[in-house]
């Protein structure tokens, strides 16, 4: 089939934006776009209204939630200091067990995150462009009250979607107003953190802790600072491997195409107004 006679679009080059707009002028008939992962930034000048476009969100949701628990216990339970030292340390660490934990993004992630949690009897406070009840959190604010939920976690996680406005939505004065033994997680987007501002907050002591799977820049440069500080942790951008993705996502492609063939409703709608 040639593309001037499809309706419908799966587009896997998640890079290659300007090449998703060729093809959209050569096939202005198009109704429906598939786009590959759950972060569609820069895909966004592309989206319009006369098309149902739909990404890969949810689809990493169970892997990245394992991540994050896993930065989680490696950071309040001190792990990741132990595995760097080469001698009998003082004790460190504090209890996952009742902590405060603060999760940015309300999607796929957060929820499964929620369900991990559960047996820790964390207190978990949601923040979402879109205040609504979650089944496990205790409460879910607007983004506008972002600094009134940090200042007293004990994690704060950032699995929510880069946009204008959550562009380094954690900097110097986000860390001042941070308890001194905090952890930062961030599975979302590097850009979501100003990184200059986030060595300062480890360095000085400001927060305890960071972990990392997504940096600004990225890949993270090997003379970067945040290699060096002995209270981060950085992945390569892992919390779904290529042996997880690939599965996951191609699942989710042969859903859409069967349902978009069937005239059901697809899964992973993007919002063209929010950008995600």
Known sequence: MRVEDASGLVWGAAHDAAGLREWLARAPQLEWVQLPFAGIENFVPALDDRRTWTSGKGVYAEPVAELCLAFLLGGLRHVVGYARTDHWSQDHGRNLFDARVTIVGGGGITEVLVGLLAPFRARITVVRARVAPMIGVHEVMGSERLHDVIVDADAVVLACALTPRTERLLGDAEFAIMRDDAWVI??????????????????????AGAALDVTDPEPLPADHPLWRLSNCIVTPHIGNTREMAVPLLSARVRENCRRWIAGEPLIGRVDVALGY
């Open 186 to 207: 961030n599975v979302g987007r590097g850009r979501l953190i100003d990184t200059d501002a986030l060595v300062r907050a480890l360095t000085t002591g400001s927060i």
